[in-house]
T-cell receptor, first 117, second 108 residues
Framework: NAGVMQNPRHLVRRRGQEARLRCSPM?????VYWYRQLPEEGLKFMVY????????ESGMPKERFSAEFPKEGPSILRIQQVVRGDSAAYFC???????????????FGQGTRLTVV | LAKTTQPISMDSYEGQEVNITCSHN???????ITWYQQFPSQGPRFIIQ???TKVTNEVASLFIPADRKSSTLSLPRVSLSDTAVYYC?????????FGAGTRLTVKP
């Protein structure tokens, strides 16, 4: 069972371009979380999705950012018209169906490092 | 979502036991306590999760007092490779919001 796969690992975009970050959750996982992390800082929650549904997007900037987790295929974090301040590491995590019994462990990908030039 | 407070940083030496305490005064009845570890340039990794009393696995122990307003992650006999940031999360099992974490540095 492969882990959470994020691609690309590194992405360079010019100001004003669009950035698309992909996250393939672990097999059988129906929950996906996206985070942004600046150097030497903690992970900032952005959005929580289940298949075809956005459950909590309270951490997403109101403009230029969107996320989806379609029925088929990876979850996508899309940043339109990127600015220098969007440069960061973006991590996604996946977890299986949340069951109140037993541990709920989320698995993280290796992240996508976005650099806006 | 219960807010958490952890020390910003801690230093230790190889072979010592390290205890990192997390305060969560407003923890709710349905909230669990979960700890993650993050190495530089990597995604976090689950360490342990608990609801009350004590939980132990092959990596760590988690101590939770009866009032659940705090918890302590205990790492036995740390090594240099345990140098990382440790995050305490408190919430129901869907909650995955991270605080600033505790930066643990293990010295030789």
């Amino acid at each position: 069972n492969a882990g959470v796969m994020q691609n690309p690992r590194h992405l360079v975009r010019r100001r004003g371009q669009e950035a698309r970050l992909r996250c393939s959750p672990m097999k059988g996982h129906s929950h996906v979380y996206w985070y942004r992390q600046l150097p030497e800082e903690g992970l900032k929650f952005m959005v929580y999705l289940q298949k075809e549904n956005i459950i909590d997007e309270s951490g997403m900037p109101k403009e230029r950012f969107s996320a989806e987790f379609p029925k088929e295929g990876p979850s996508i974090l899309r940043i339109q018209q990127v600015v220098r301040g969007d440069s960061a590491a973006y991590f996604c995590a996946s977890s299986p169906f949340i069951d109140r019994q037993g541990n709920t462990e989320a698995f993280f990908g290796q992240g996508t490092r976005l650099t806006v030039v | 979502l219960a807010k958490t407070t952890q020390p910003i940083s801690m230093d230790s030496y190889e072979g010592q036991e390290v205890n990192i305490t997390c305060s969560h005064n407003n923890i709710a009845t349905n909230d669990y306590i979960t700890w993650y570890q993050q190495f530089p340039s990597q995604g976090p990794r689950f360490i342990i999760q608990g609801y009350k009393t004590k939980v132990t696995n092959e990596v760590a122990s988690l101590f939770i007092p009866a009032d659940r307003k705090s918890s302590t992650l205990s790492l036995p006999r740390v090594s240099l490779s345990d140098t990382a940031v440790y995050y305490c999360l408190v919430g129901d099992k869907n909650d995955m919001r991270f605080g600033a974490g505790t930066r643990l540095t293990v010295k030789p």
